[in-house]
């Protein structure tokens, strides 16, 4: 219970006094007929009441040094519960947010109602983030654009720059609960690196992997596996997974297991016959040179996109003395992403705005090389928590020299 309450009071503590922050879990979008895409609730929402079902919402009101928090849920209905399980009551609502006051979600509206006219509300904090310009308005900005138009005299401000700054640097629990996802990654990769053969298809590997992290308890993964074999790994985020594995080529895979919401990021690259040609480890050591050089530069106090600049100069560097690219300008050709992002509840985290790496901060370190004419690329990924004096490569139980890899997958055979 103080655990979340805790979060709470430090979100408030950013709020404008009069104002209030209104946070909706979600629903399940409709797709087709009577059929709904599995749903996920709104991050922000689970952070700051650990609860993860749809149809719910949170409200805190600030007023000087006085704060109110209501959770809304809905109504237990013995009908629904029939055929979908018991919903949770007040009580059990109690236990797991730290909310005392629990009401129903259809009393919402009232509730706001009284926030805006009896107690004065002059600022409101909604979760009104939008991606890109073409994506359909999510449910907390539909509800945003609701009470703009009911009350348009009341600024609305949006919740991410409360949130970010906290999200950002994960607490004990959120660790474990990572490094559990980062663990259950491992023992799925290692599952397929046994059955890894020429013939098989991409979507078998991912298959593989998939259904290893399920019976390891992941609930989800954290994104759509790529499994992208030869050529195909030149697409960065290659989505078919139908191709047939050729003997002596490389398979890409990104990918991660989701646990209680927290999310591994991991990309290897294996030899789909055991054994790496001398051209392939040739690269893929330079790979995994810059994506060593990542990890021992990340520390609290560099801008992360300090670190790019790292991973372009050792694989520059490289490029450069196999005769591949004459200058560092020309590394784009092979190399067009960047190397790292923040990793959390979301697979692209939230960060502060000037990216400074901070302790407790998770970030991943994926430089990669992708050779179109040679019909092959290869990523090496690895998830780091920032330390007070450095980092620590939090997955660096999953194996990636290539001696390592070598020796597993031949003595899986």
């Not at 994506?135 to 609305?156: F, K, M």
């Not at 053969?197 to 308890?217: I, L, N, T």
């Not at 003395?321 to 200058?327: D, F, S």
């Not at 300008?329 to 901070?358: A, C, F, N, W």
Request: charged share 25%.
């Amino acid at each position: 219970m103080n655990y979340y309450a805790e979060r709470r009071k430090k979100i408030a503590a950013s709020m404008s006094d009069r104002s209030a922050l209104i946070l909706y879990s979600g629903v399940a979008p409709h797709f087709s007929e009577d059929e709904y895409y599995l749903f996920e609730v709104n991050h922000h929402f689970h952070w700051m009441t650990g609860m993860d079902r749809p149809k719910q919402a949170l409200m805190i009101r600030k007023n000087a040094e006085t704060v109110t928090e209501i959770l809304f849920i809905e109504q237990p209905d013995p009908a629904m519960e029939r055929w979908i399980g018991k919903m949770p009551t007040k009580e059990q609502a109690v236990q797991i947010s730290g909310i005392s006051d629990v009401r129903f979600i259809g009393d919402m509206d009232t509730a706001i109602g009284q926030a805006m006219e009896r107690f004065g509300v002059e600022q409101l904090y909604m979760d009104v983030y939008r991606h890109a310009v073409s994506d359909p308005a999510d449910y907390n900005l539909e509800q945003a654009l609701r009470l703009q138009q009911l009350y348009p005299a009341v600024p609305l401000s949006p919740l991410r720059p409360l949130i970010a700054p906290q999200r950002a640097v994960k607490d004990d629990e959120e660790l474990r609960l990572m490094r559990k996802a980062g663990e259950i990654t491992r023992q799925s990769l290692e599952e397929v690196m046994r059955r890894l053969r020429p013939g098989m298809k991409e979507y078998q590997v991912q298959a593989v992997f998939e259904g290893s992290c399920r019976y390891h308890g992941a609930e989800a993964q954290a994104f759509p596996t790529i499994a992208a074999g030869g050529k195909n790994a030149c697409s960065m985020h290659y989505e078919e997974n139908h191709d047939e594995l050729a003997e002596g080529s490389l398979i890409l895979l990104d990918l991660g297991a989701k646990y209680r919401h927290y999310c591994s990021d991991i990309s290897r690259t294996y030899p789909v016959s055991g054994t790496f040609t001398p051209r392939q480890k040739q690269i893929y050591e330079l790979v995994l040179a810059a994506n060593k050089a990542v990890a021992e530069a990340a520390a609290p106090g560099i801008p992360i996109h300090k670190l790019n600049e790292i991973a372009d100069k050792v694989l520059a560097d490289g490029l450069i003395a196999l005769g591949m690219i004459e200058k560092q300008e020309e590394l784009r050709k092979y190399l067009p992403h960047g190397v790292s992002h923040p990793l959390g509840m979301d697979t692209h985290d939230l960060m502060t705005e000037d990216g400074i790496l901070q302790p407790g901060w998770v970030i991943t370190d994926e430089p990669g090389l992708y050779i179109d004419e040679e019909g092959f690329g290869i990523r090496i990924e690895d998830d780091l928590l920032i330390t007070e004096d450095g980092c620590e490569v939090i997955s660096a139980g999953i194996i990636k020299e290539a001696e390592e890899i070598e020796a597993f997958m031949k003595k899986e055979d």
